[in-house]
Nanobody, 125 residues
Framework: EVQLVESGGGLVQAGGSLRLSCKAS????????IGWFRQAPGKEREGIAC????????YYADSVKGRFTISSDNGKSTVYLQMSSLKPEDTAVYYCAFSNQLAWALLRPYDYDYWGQGTQVTVSS
Protein backbone atom coordinates (compact mmCIF):
# COMPACT_ATOMS: atom_id res chain seq x y z
CA GLU A 1 0.00 0.00 0.00
CA VAL A 2 1.34 3.39 -0.99
CA GLN A 3 1.62 5.79 1.93
CA LEU A 4 2.82 9.38 1.99
CA VAL A 5 3.37 11.40 5.15
CA GLU A 6 4.13 15.14 5.07
CA SER A 7 5.85 17.08 7.81
CA GLY A 8 7.57 20.40 8.36
CA GLY A 9 4.70 22.84 8.09
CA GLY A 10 4.20 25.68 10.51
CA LEU A 11 3.97 29.43 11.00
CA VAL A 12 6.60 31.66 9.45
CA GLN A 13 6.95 35.37 8.78
CA ALA A 14 6.92 36.73 5.25
CA GLY A 15 10.37 36.44 3.73
CA GLY A 16 11.19 33.39 5.80
CA SER A 17 11.85 29.78 4.85
CA LEU A 18 10.48 26.34 5.59
CA ARG A 19 11.37 22.85 4.44
CA LEU A 20 8.62 20.30 3.97
CA SER A 21 9.30 16.57 3.89
CA CYS A 22 7.30 13.78 2.27
CA LYS A 23 8.16 10.30 3.52
CA ALA A 24 6.99 7.61 1.10
CA SER A 25 6.48 3.89 1.51
CA UNK A 26 4.80 1.00 -0.26
CA UNK A 27 6.41 1.41 -3.66
CA UNK A 28 9.80 1.35 -5.28
CA UNK A 29 11.09 4.86 -4.89
CA UNK A 30 13.03 4.90 -8.14
CA UNK A 31 9.90 4.80 -10.28
CA UNK A 32 7.40 7.43 -11.25
CA UNK A 33 7.09 10.85 -9.65
CA ILE A 34 6.23 12.79 -6.53
CA GLY A 35 4.48 16.14 -6.66
CA TRP A 36 3.73 18.90 -4.17
CA PHE A 37 0.36 20.59 -4.24
CA ARG A 38 -1.30 23.20 -2.09
CA GLN A 39 -4.82 24.28 -1.37
CA ALA A 40 -5.85 27.54 0.24
CA PRO A 41 -9.34 28.05 1.68
CA GLY A 42 -11.89 28.59 -1.05
CA LYS A 43 -9.39 27.84 -3.82
CA GLU A 44 -8.68 24.88 -6.06
CA ARG A 45 -5.80 22.56 -5.38
CA GLU A 46 -2.71 23.86 -7.17
CA GLY A 47 0.27 21.83 -8.35
CA ILE A 48 3.50 23.64 -7.51
CA ALA A 49 6.43 21.26 -7.99
CA CYS A 50 7.18 17.71 -9.03
CA UNK A 51 10.18 15.48 -9.43
CA UNK A 52 10.94 12.26 -11.26
CA UNK A 53 12.18 9.58 -8.91
CA UNK A 54 14.20 7.96 -11.70
CA UNK A 55 16.24 10.85 -13.11
CA UNK A 56 15.54 13.78 -10.77
CA UNK A 57 14.07 16.04 -13.41
CA UNK A 58 11.88 18.66 -11.78
CA TYR A 59 9.18 21.09 -12.82
CA TYR A 60 7.67 24.09 -11.09
CA ALA A 61 4.59 26.25 -11.29
CA ASP A 62 5.30 29.88 -12.19
CA SER A 63 3.95 30.97 -8.82
CA VAL A 64 6.87 29.33 -6.98
CA LYS A 65 9.65 29.20 -9.57
CA GLY A 66 12.85 30.66 -8.21
CA ARG A 67 11.63 30.49 -4.60
CA PHE A 68 10.89 26.80 -4.04
CA THR A 69 13.15 23.84 -4.70
CA ILE A 70 12.09 20.21 -4.83
CA SER A 71 14.60 17.44 -4.18
CA SER A 72 14.60 13.77 -3.33
CA ASP A 73 16.68 11.40 -1.25
CA ASN A 74 15.95 7.98 -2.69
CA GLY A 75 17.89 6.28 0.08
CA LYS A 76 15.48 7.76 2.61
CA SER A 77 12.43 7.50 0.33
CA THR A 78 11.81 11.16 1.06
CA VAL A 79 11.05 14.16 -1.11
CA TYR A 80 11.68 17.67 0.17
CA LEU A 81 10.25 21.05 -0.71
CA GLN A 82 12.53 23.90 0.33
CA MET A 83 10.49 27.08 0.41
CA SER A 84 12.19 30.47 0.58
CA SER A 85 11.07 34.09 0.31
CA LEU A 86 7.67 33.04 1.55
CA LYS A 87 4.70 35.31 0.99
CA PRO A 88 1.33 35.50 2.74
CA GLU A 89 -0.27 34.14 -0.43
CA ASP A 90 1.72 30.92 0.05
CA THR A 91 -0.49 30.16 3.04
CA ALA A 92 -2.23 26.84 2.36
CA VAL A 93 -2.36 23.17 3.24
CA TYR A 94 0.48 21.48 1.39
CA TYR A 95 0.15 17.92 0.11
CA CYS A 96 2.55 15.51 -1.51
CA ALA A 97 1.26 12.95 -3.98
CA PHE A 98 2.47 10.00 -6.04
CA SER A 99 1.97 9.54 -9.76
CA ASN A 100 2.68 6.75 -12.19
CA GLN A 101 0.96 8.59 -15.05
CA LEU A 102 2.84 9.74 -18.10
CA ALA A 103 1.59 13.30 -17.63
CA TRP A 104 2.91 13.71 -14.09
CA ALA A 105 4.96 16.76 -15.07
CA LEU A 106 1.83 18.73 -15.91
CA LEU A 107 1.01 18.93 -12.19
CA ARG A 108 -2.67 18.16 -12.60
CA PRO A 109 -4.13 16.69 -9.41
CA TYR A 110 -6.05 13.99 -11.31
CA ASP A 111 -2.80 12.52 -12.62
CA TYR A 112 -1.76 11.72 -9.05
CA ASP A 113 -3.15 8.59 -7.46
CA TYR A 114 -2.00 8.64 -3.83
CA TRP A 115 -1.98 11.56 -1.44
CA GLY A 116 -0.66 12.43 1.96
CA GLN A 117 -2.77 13.96 4.70
CA GLY A 118 -1.37 17.47 4.24
CA THR A 119 0.56 19.90 6.41
CA GLN A 120 -0.44 23.50 7.13
CA VAL A 121 1.83 26.36 6.13
CA THR A 122 0.90 29.82 7.37
CA VAL A 123 2.86 32.89 6.33
CA SER A 124 2.23 36.01 8.35
CA SER A 125 2.71 39.52 6.95
Amino acid sequence: EVQLVESGGGLVQAGGSLRLSCKASGFTFDDDAIGWFRQAPGKEREGIACISNSDGSAYYADSVKGRFTISSDNGKSTVYLQMSSLKPEDTAVYYCAFSNQLAWALLRPYDYDYWGQGTQVTVSS
